[in-house]
């Protein structure tokens, strides 16, 4: 007689019932009455040649792990866990503590490691040491973009003393209660009404229809707009406008 029909008829004919575990939560095996901390396969295995899915579906009810093993394992996670809380937490006052100095030296350098000269859209008409030149500056915090515009307006400023970048011009109803248009321009001075554009140069005037739109609408309004284009030289450009 095999071992599995030995266990059949001692399961259909034996008068023998073992609780499903002991009275300090230990396993009770079904088959043999041991008690273990846990039900194991090598167990079951070796000594009553079934498997943990076949005692499973024969003792639904049986503990398979002691109280006192399951009560360790969620302590060792909830230390664990704990642990990285702390960790967590140190990390966090460390950073609080670091003076702000140390900090931004840390974010330069993490910023200047992880760009590269091909990262960043210089135009198609800027030479190479140009683009090489704004790397540099980029490279060291100092943002290319506000370079050139601040550049741009020291050669603007003897013909526009009022001159801003990025000037926003809005326009109101007579009785100011609806907003007709808001325009952002590359450069402007409010008190002459002048726009000076470098159309697709920067982010806001990348659109060739908006320009015009844009164009047409502020000197309905009264404004001077003088266009830049990348072929033409901004000072000579400038003698010209302002000679007229």
Same mark, same amino acid.
Request: with cysteine; glycine share 4%; hydrophobic share 30%.
């Given at each position: 007689?095999?071992?599995? =029909? ?9 008068? @023998? ?7 300090? +939560? ?6 043999? %009455?041991?008690? #273990?901390?846990?039900?194991? /396969? ?20 049986? &503990? ?13 996670? &909830?230390?664990?866990?704990? *642990?990285?809380?702390? =960790?967590?937490?140190? !990390?966090? !006052?460390?950073?609080?503590?670091? /003076?702000?100095?140390?900090? $931004? ?11 590269? @000269? ?16 704004? #790397? ?14 601040? *550049?741009? @307006? ?19 109803? $007579? &009785? %100011? ?12 001075? /409010? ?15 990348? +659109? &060739? %229809? ?9 000197? =309905?309004? %009264? ?22």
């Amino acid at each position: 007689m095999g071992i599995e =029909e030995t266990n059949e008829e001692f399961k259909s004919n034996s008068t @023998i019932l073992f609780a499903n575990e002991t009275e300090d +939560g230990d396993c009770i095996c079904q088959m043999c %009455g041991k008690v #273990f901390k846990s039900i194991t /396969p090598t167990h079951l295995k070796k000594d009553h040649d079934m498997t943990i899915l076949q005692y499973k579906q024969d003792f639904p009810d049986a &503990r398979m792990v002691s109280k006192s093993k399951i009560t360790k394992r969620s302590n060792s996670l &909830r230390k664990n866990k704990l *642990n990285d809380i702390n =960790e967590t937490l140190n !990390e966090f !006052e460390n950073e609080r503590n670091k /003076p702000i100095e140390n900090i $931004i030296e840390e974010m330069d350098d993490d910023i200047g490691n992880s760009i590269e @000269i091909d990262d960043y859209n210089f135009g198609d008409d800027i030479d190479v040491k140009t683009k090489n030149d704004l #790397f540099s500056d980029l490279k060291t915090n100092v943002d290319p973009i506000t370079k050139i515009k601040s *550049n741009i @307006i020291n050669k603007i400023k003897p013909y526009l003393n009022n001159i801003k970048s990025n000037f926003i011009i809005e326009q109101k109803s $007579i &009785r %100011g209660n609806n907003l007709l248009f808001s325009h952002v321009t590359d450069f402007a001075d /409010p008190v002459k009404k002048v726009v000076i554009d470098f159309p697709g140069a920067f982010f806001h005037n990348q +659109g &060739r %229809g908006s320009n015009e739109l844009k164009y047409k609408t502020l000197k =309905e309004y %009264g404004w001077k707009i003088i266009i830049i284009k990348p072929s033409e030289d901004l000072e000579s450009k400038l003698k010209i406008e302002f000679k007229k």
